[in-house]
């Protein structure tokens, strides 16, 4: 069994072929990001294509593929699903509210452990967590331009703008912040769901 440390607040335990139900905040056709229901903690699962994705606040059920510690470059809460996750159900206002509160980057700070919009891959430390459900200063606003979407919001009395790479909510007041993995020598922060 693997103990992984996956949030400010929360911890998963992962067992090869253990089942999970999670609640997705970010889908994608080959992962995506969610909240595992029985420990809070918030994940990174990749898992086989699937020919349309789920969406935010579906909950998923899978099981894990793997409990093989991770490599030092693997972002800490990921984990791998043996097949596609099949949509059970879905979660809206105060039940989702529930999961997602305890999940709360802390307000005074810096975004995923540091300042700025990238980190030298080598300077990330170990087991620090690489994505984060901020309740941001202002709502976040989005925009498109030549270089693609965009999403601002003020954190910490500085204004952020990051690429957007994922869903927008239209009453959406948070964002999820995540790091890229490694792009040349860095990772990026990006938004990939506005919530």
Not at 88 to 97: C, D, H, K, S
Not at 141 to 155: I, K, L, M, T, Y
Request: net charge positive; glycine share 8%.
């Amino acid at each position: 069994m693997v103990r992984v440390r996956t949030s400010m607040t929360a911890s998963r335990q992962a067992t090869a072929g253990a089942e999970l139900e999670l609640l997705v905040l970010s889908p994608g056709r080959q992962g995506c990001a969610a909240v595992d229901l029985a420990s809070g903690a918030l994940v990174r699962a990749e898992h086989p294509p699937l020919e349309s994705p789920s969406a935010p606040f579906d909950v998923v059920r899978a099981s894990i593929n793997t409990d093989e510690e991770p490599d030092e470059f693997t972002h800490p809460e990921v984990l791998t699903l043996a097949d596609a996750p099949v949509r059970v159900r879905r979660l809206r206002g105060r039940q989702a509210e529930r999961y997602l509160r305890p999940l709360l980057h802390p307000r005074g700070e810096p975004l995923l452990g540091f300042s700025g919009p990238a980190i030298p891959f080598w300077d990330l430390p170990v087991g620090q967590p690489s994505i984060s459900l901020v309740d941001p200063e202002s709502r976040p606003e989005v925009s498109r331009d030549a270089g693609g979407a965009w999403c601002r919001f003020r954190w910490r009395g500085v204004i952020h703008q990051l690429p957007l790479r994922g869903p927008v909510a239209s009453r959406g007041s948070r964002a999820l912040v995540s790091l890229t993995s490694p792009v040349g020598s860095h990772c990026y922060k990006v938004v990939t769901a506005v919530l």
